[in-house]
Nanobody, 126 residues
Framework: QVQLVESGGGLVLPGGSLRLSCAAS????????VGWFRQAPGKEREFVAA????????DYADSVSSRFTISRDNAKNSVYLQMNSLKPEDTAVYYC???????????????????WGQGTQVTVSS
């Protein structure tokens, strides 16, 4: 089974950028589609972005589609989330998640993922 560890969170000014990383270990990472989710205090966990097992299919939440970019490097067992033009409403704990998928299939619902990291805090504030 794959284990996931997120990193790269922190405090950033509005309009700034951050790059989150999700490092995987323990299984064949290229068998897994990966998603990023976030959860703000008092709110439900929500979908941010997803990428298929070899990177050929991407999906984004409407709120981030013009500002965030998901990518992966299977040789490094890693998935990344480049976040630009950050807004205070992007403040949340960000989680990466993985699920085995065939071909270019991806998933955007929390219940579709069975492997989760511990999360990394992103705070956008002046």
């Amino acid at each position: 089974q794959v284990q996931l560890v997120e990193s790269g969170g922190g405090l950033v000014l509005p309009g700034g950028s951050l790059r989150l990383s999700c490092a995987a270990s323990g299984d064949t990472f290229s068998d897994y589609a990966v998603g990023w989710f976030r959860q703000a205090p008092g709110k439900e966990r929500e979908f941010v972005a997803a990428i298929s097992r070899r990177g050929g299919n991407l999906d984004y939440a409407d709120s981030v589609s013009s500002r965030f970019t998901i990518s992966r490097d299977n040789a490094k067992n890693s998935v990344y989330l480049q976040m630009n033009s950050l807004k205070p409403e992007d403040t949340a704990v960000y989680y990466c998640a993985a699920t085995i998928r065939r071909g270019n299939s991806i998933a955007s619902k929390t219940y579709e993922y069975d492997k989760w990291g511990q999360g990394t805090q992103v705070t956008v504030s002046s």
